[in-house]
């Protein structure tokens, strides 16, 4: 009976250190390797660019051109994906395969985030290094809002998403501007839902203080300047102070292990400015 415990240990330990892992999801990716288990990915989808070394790795491609085979072929162990990310006839292929499925559904919310590293911990055998990943988010939010404390003020905030110069996006309820509520700002339009095109309308009647924008968006308007070329920007509180704010763009939108970053910073730069 005293040798039960070892052995079953000993099988544990050979499970996890055999596991190869295929993540569809940025946060997905990240959580993995937040959690200590980045060697174990052996390939990722096309939105996981962090950390810099999956980039590294064999790339699956991006939503509907994911494909079952393509995953099989790599011969994972597991395949971790967010919920609808890829059509659910590819789900099912990659089951009857004998690949276990962990497909996680994925909200703009610390709440989202939570369930997101718990689901990923348990499914890893990596539930200690969970409690501390949420733990460590905490602590950056509770620093985030003692910021918004001190600042005493809520700021207007208009989410722009673009690609290029030629199409400008409103982001709604539903994308990263969910991350407002957490670092002490409001949205400066309401009632949108996802991205919508922005019209110059909408951005002089928003009276934001500050556009948030990705640093990959911000530069292809050709930086700062750029942005405050935008017909009706200059018209804006946001555009007289010159108070746009760019953010990589990962770390602002997926709501992965590093909210609490992200949300501190942008919580730093929005209420910096305030008296």
């Given at each position: 009976m005293?040798y039960?415990?070892?052995?079953?240990l000993?099988?544990t330990?050979?499970?996890?250190?055999?596991?190869?892992?295929?993540?569809?999801?940025?946060?997905?990716?990240?959580?993995?390797?937040?959690?200590g288990?980045?060697?174990?990915?052996?390939?990722s989808d096309?939105t996981?660019?962090y950390p810099?070394?999956?980039?590294k790795?064999?790339s699956?491609?991006y939503?509907?051109?994911?494909s079952a085979?393509?995953i099989?072929s790599l011969?994972?162990?597991?395949?971790?994906?967010e919920?609808?990310?890829v059509?659910?006839?590819?789900?099912e292929?990659i089951?009857?395969a004998?690949?276990?499925?962990?497909?996680?559904e994925r909200?703009?919310?610390?709440?989202?985030?939570?369930?997101?590293v718990q689901?990923i911990a348990a499914?890893?055998?990596r539930q200690e290094?969970g409690?501390k990943?949420v733990?460590?988010?905490?602590?950056?939010l509770a620093?985030?809002k003692?910021?918004?404390?001190?600042s005493?003020t809520?700021?207007?905030?208009?989410?722009?998403?673009n690609?290029?110069?030629?199409?400008?996006n409103?982001?709604?309820?539903n994308t990263?501007?969910?991350?407002?509520?957490y670092?002490?700002?409001?949205p400066?339009?309401t009632?949108v839902e996802?991205?919508?095109?922005?019209?110059?309308e909408t951005?002089?009647?928003?009276r934001?203080d500050f556009?948030?924008m990705?640093?990959s968006g911000?530069q292809?308007?050709?930086g700062?300047?750029g942005?405050l070329?935008i017909?009706?920007?200059?018209?804006?509180?946001?555009g007289k102070?010159k108070?746009?704010?760019?953010?990589?763009g990962?770390r602002?939108?997926n709501?992965?292990?590093?909210?609490?970053e992200?949300?501190?910073e942008l919580a730093t730069?929005?209420?910096?400015?305030?008296q």
């Amino acid at each position: 009976m005293k040798y039960i415990l070892p052995l079953a240990l000993l099988f544990t330990v050979f499970s996890a250190q055999g596991q190869r892992i295929i993540t569809a999801g940025s946060a997905i990716t990240e959580t993995v390797c937040a959690l200590g288990d980045c060697s174990k990915i052996v390939a990722s989808d096309r939105t996981s660019l962090y950390p810099a070394e999956i980039q590294k790795l064999p790339s699956i491609g991006y939503r509907t051109s994911i494909s079952a085979e393509g995953i099989i072929s790599l011969r994972p162990t597991l395949f971790i994906v967010e919920l609808d990310y890829v059509k659910s006839e590819v789900i099912e292929h990659i089951k009857s395969a004998g690949i276990s499925v962990l497909a996680i559904e994925r909200t703009f919310s610390f709440e989202g985030t939570k369930d997101l590293v718990q689901k990923i911990a348990a499914v890893l055998n990596r539930q200690e290094e969970g409690k501390k990943l949420v733990a460590k988010i905490e602590g950056e939010l509770a620093d985030a809002k003692k910021i918004v404390g001190q600042s005493g003020t809520t700021p207007r905030v208009l989410c722009v998403f673009n690609r290029d110069k030629s199409a400008l996006n409103l982001a709604g309820a539903n994308t990263f501007s969910e991350i407002l509520k957490y670092a002490g700002a409001v949205p400066a339009v309401t009632g949108v839902e996802g991205y919508k095109p922005l019209s110059t309308e909408t951005l002089l009647t928003s009276r934001a203080d500050f556009l948030l924008m990705f640093e990959s968006g911000v530069q292809a308007l050709g930086g700062i300047e750029g942005v405050l070329a935008i017909p009706g920007v200059q018209q804006l509180p946001a555009g007289k102070k010159k108070q746009v704010i760019a953010m990589d763009g990962i770390r602002l939108s997926n709501f992965g292990p590093r909210l609490g970053e992200a949300v501190k910073e942008l919580a730093t730069q929005l209420h910096s400015h305030q008296q």
